[in-house]
């Protein structure tokens, strides 16, 4: 990790002293007094400093930053971690891994002493520290998907795993999403190469199985990335299931004899 040298509290003190008062102008500054730290002062985590003088000087940055106004569709940078990044979007602080997405829809890519990589409506772009983008990106519609029951009072419905069209019936008793051999050689997946073997619980008694993760999983305009399934030996299930590993992860709610999925905040 690269070493950078942090700012002083007095420093932060003046900082904040003379933006509340006057800003960032130089020529509003009093004769004499240091000048302003820019928003975008680098800062880095040392192991060693994390839980000392370095740490508190982090958190007076964070404070600093968090505390500005933002607007619609803005996106600042606030920390910087190895591997991890805290980011205020519309005003919202949020701490991000690589390849989480906030509820507003903003992904990190990669993060580290130098930047941070954020995805938006699609594209990539670098921000860094303390640097305030506006984006003007539209927030995620959090759509309600409807699932009707069919003439045997089964709620089926149609979505994609990894853009291939499935026939799904949705199933609360089951821990994952789960297909038979077949129908995962039909979307492609190499569940003997790549999945982990187990044995599982099927109303036919116990059956051999492989464990995968998909890709891509998409019902109506819900999509979740790296869902747990399984791949199981054999003609069974007939249909594939659609199971708690992406049903745990919507909210649930059934209006009279309508099943309606929504993605959790």
């Known amino acids: 990790m690269r070493f950078i040298k942090y700012p002083t509290i007095k420093q932060w003190g003046i900082f904040l002293f003379d933006f509340a008062t006057r800003g960032v102008n130089p020529r ?24 000392g003088d370095g740490f508190i000087k982090i958190a007076v940055m964070l404070a600093a930053l968090s505390s500005l106004p933002a607007t619609a569709g803005d996106i600042m940078v606030l920390g910087l971690f190895k591997d991890k990044a805290v980011v205020n979007i519309n005003g919202k602080q949020r701490s991000l891994a690589p390849g989480q997405t906030s509820p507003e829809g903003v992904t990190l890519i990669s993060a580290s002493s130098n ?30 998907f409807q699932v009707y029951p069919n003439s045997a009072g089964m709620y089926t419905t149609v979505g994609s795993i990894n853009g291939l069209p499935v026939n799904f019936l949705v199933d609360t008793g089951a821990t994952f999403i789960a297909m038979n051999a077949n ?21 036919s008694g116990m059956a051999e199985a492989f464990m995968i993760k998909l890709a891509k999983v998409k019902v109506g305009e819900i999509e979740l990335r790296d869902v747990d399934a399984a791949v199981i030996v054999g003609d069974s299930p007939t249909e594939v299931l659609l199971g708690m590993s992406f049903l745990g992860k919507l909210e649930i709610q059934h209006k009279e004899k309508v099943m309606e999925l929504r993605k959790k905040n």
């Not at 129908?183 to 109303?203: F, H, I, M, N, W």
Request: hydrophobic share 35%; aromatic share 6%.
């Open 183 to 203: 129908e995962a050689k039909r979307l492609g997946l190499s569940y003997r190469l790549d999945g982990q073997r187990t044995v599982v619980s099927t109303a």
């Open 115 to 144: 930047g941070a990589v954020l995805e938006v409506d699609g594209r990539r772009r670098s921000y860094a520290l303390g640097n305030q983008v506006n984006t003007q990106f539209a927030a995620p519609k959090h759509t309600a």
């Open 28 to 51: 509003l500054r009093p004769k004499g007094r240091a000048a302003p730290l820019p928003f975008g002062y680098p800062i880095a985590v040392c192991p060693q400093q994390a839980a």
